[in-house]
Nanobody
Framework: QVQLVESGGGLVQAGGSLRLSCAAS????????MGWFRQAPGKEREFVAT????????AYADSVKGRFTISRDNAKNTLYLQMNSLKPEDTAVYYC?????????????????WGQGTQVTVSS
């Protein structure tokens, strides 16, 4: 069984920064691609960023490109999302997810394990 626990969310002013973490336990973290998704109130969950199993390949949603950076520390079984230049439209619950293989993917159905989410609120 895989457990994913997000942390690092909170309230921040527009233009500020936050760093989200996702601690993984259970089956081997290193072999799998990971992703970040978010869901704003009244909206569908959407892709934010993804990283391959060894960290060499990443992809981002256009809305966060240049502002967010996904990374991972396989020795610590932890995934990160550094969020800079935050905007009110970034307000959402952020989820980390594990894909069942090492290559990246941007669609929700490609991911098999999900965390419980962490709230990010950006005030204007």
């Amino acid at each position: 069984q895989v457990q994913l626990v997000e942390s690092g969310g909170g309230l921040v002013q527009a233009g500020g920064s936050l760093r989200l973490s996702c601690a993984a336990s259970g089956r081997t973290f290193n072999n799998y691609a990971m992703g970040w998704f978010r869901q704003a109130p009244g909206k569908e969950r959407e892709f934010v960023a993804t990283i391959s199993w060894i960290g060499g390949t990443t992809a981002y949603a256009d809305s966060v490109k240049g502002r967010f950076t996904i990374s991972r520390d396989n020795a610590k079984n932890t995934l990160y999302l550094q969020m800079n230049s935050l905007k009110p439209e970034d307000t959402a619950v952020y989820y980390c997810a594990r894909r069942g293989q090492g290559a990246i993917a941007t669609t929700i159905r490609e991911y098999d394990y999900w965390g419980q989410g962490t709230q990010v609120t950006v005030s204007s």
